[in-house]
């Protein structure tokens, strides 16, 4: 972002804040124009100087009093920023309102001969540098909206506390205490509120297997009844939670975290064990409810779902024809299928017409994928970042995205 950007997102962010004027204002200022103008243009430049320094430099968050913990524009507007070369990324990737907030590499480390959890290592995007940053402080992070403020869970889960993190300077500001353990966050889409779901034991397990294929052991989903307890929602700014007790969806060991529907006023949970991306919606007191028209079709395990505009739904790979991918965009409220649109993963959406998508090396035969930018109506793909390389499911899993609006 250059100055003259990074000055005018600051103004209006500024400029949204302020009450609305006096009636008469325009007039006193018009009428005054003439008097002052030699001494506006000095007070403009001292003005000027003021806002960038305080959009650079003012803490990332609040310590409470209501104010929303996501201010927009901080990264600025820049349509699409791509480092094709980079895999995984060192440097911001972005496509219209989606950003790269983050990624993490999974390592399985074992804990006995038999029994194993995954342990996830960060890479957080620093708003100021516009680079991705080392941070191995966290178990599982949540990126809010803006992406200056990211949630996090200490190492041991479940956790007791929420960390808020201040993504530019690397600081925690304030720790939100919880009424149950933790292992998992999502944000609501405003930014304003947490879902935190709650575990007896760490949902990462894994256990020996067999691979049927080369007759290896390695480590694999760990089966037995899941440890899922509930959820508790939680204010951002006030720091005050209410919790909810949710059995279990199924009797399968493993993650099945709440996320925040479209609007902000049911939940959903991913169905662990489904091969359809099967959900299950609850109200915020941990009741079952029918799901909304809009989200009733779509898959849990596909992560776009609906545009911005709420009229199209992303779903899940239709077809690979020579190794090139292509996967489904449907209408919410019928679940008949618009299009499709290239993309073995739809991931984010860019706007109403473009997505984030993994996409595969149609040279390779092993899954290989990379970040890539899907436009519907046309085969064409914006390369975003560099390829994954193949890994054979043992040890450290390759790099996996977070993405977050700007």
Do not use: C
């Amino acid at each position: 972002m250059n100055v003259e950007e990074l000055v005018r997102d600051a103004l209006r962010e500024q400029a949204a804040q302020q009450p609305p004027a006096a009636p008469g204002f325009a007039d006193r200022v018009l009428g005054a124009r003439r008097r002052r103008r030699t001494r506006r243009l000095v007070s403009v430049a001292v003005a000027t100087a003021a806002v960038v320094a305080v959009g650079v430099g003012v803490p990332l968050l609040d310590s409470g009093g209501g104010k929303d913990v996501r201010p927009s524009g901080v990264l600025g507007s820049r349509d699409v920023t791509a480092h094709p070369d980079q895999g995984p990324p060192r440097e911001l990737i972005a496509a219209g309102r989606s950003v790269l907030a983050a990624y993490y590499t999974l390592k399985v480390v074992p804990r006995n001969a038999d029994v194993a959890a995954g342990e996830r290592t960060y890479w957080l995007l620093n708003p100021r540098t516009g680079r991705y940053e080392k941070d191995d402080r966290w178990s599982f992070v949540a990126v809010a909206p803006g992406l200056r403020t990211a949630a996090v869970l200490e190492r041991d889960l479940p956790a007791p506390r929420i960390g808020l993190l201040d993504l530019a300077t690397g600081k925690v500001e304030r720790w939100i205490p919880v009424s149950h353990g933790v292992a998992g966050l999502a944000f609501s889409r405003d930014g304003r509120r947490l879902v935190a779901t709650a575990y007896t034991e760490n949902p990462d397990g894994f256990a020996k297997a067999m691979d049927a294929r080369t007759g290896r052991y390695g480590w694999g989903p760990r089966f037995g009844s899941t440890s899922r307890t509930g959820f508790e929602v939680v204010d951002v700014a006030s720091g005050r939670g209410s919790w909810a007790a949710v059995p279990p969806g199924r009797e399968f060991l493993g993650r099945e975290d709440f996320s925040f529907s479209r609007t902000g006023d049911l939940l959903y949970a991913q169905v662990v064990g489904s091969r359809d991306g099967m959900q299950q919606f609850y109200d915020l007191t941990g009741r079952k409810v029918a799901p909304p028209a809009n989200e009733r079709r779509l898959r849990s395990d596909v992560s776009a779902r609906l545009s911005p505009d709420g009229r199209l739904a992303a779903w899940g790979l239709v077809a690979e024809p020579h190794h090139t991918s292509y996967s489904s965009i449907l209408d919410p409220l019928t679940g008949k299928e618009i299009t499709r649109v290239r993309g073995s993963h739809l991931l984010a959406w860019a706007d109403d017409k473009r997505l984030i998508a993994w996409e595969r090396d149609p040279d390779m035969e092993r899954y290989r994928p990379r970040l890539v930018l899907v436009t519907i109506g046309s085969t064409e793909v914006v390369p975003l970042s560099g390829f994954q390389e193949p890994n054979d499911g043992y040890g450290t899993r390759d790099w996996q995205p977070v993405f977050a609006d700007r």
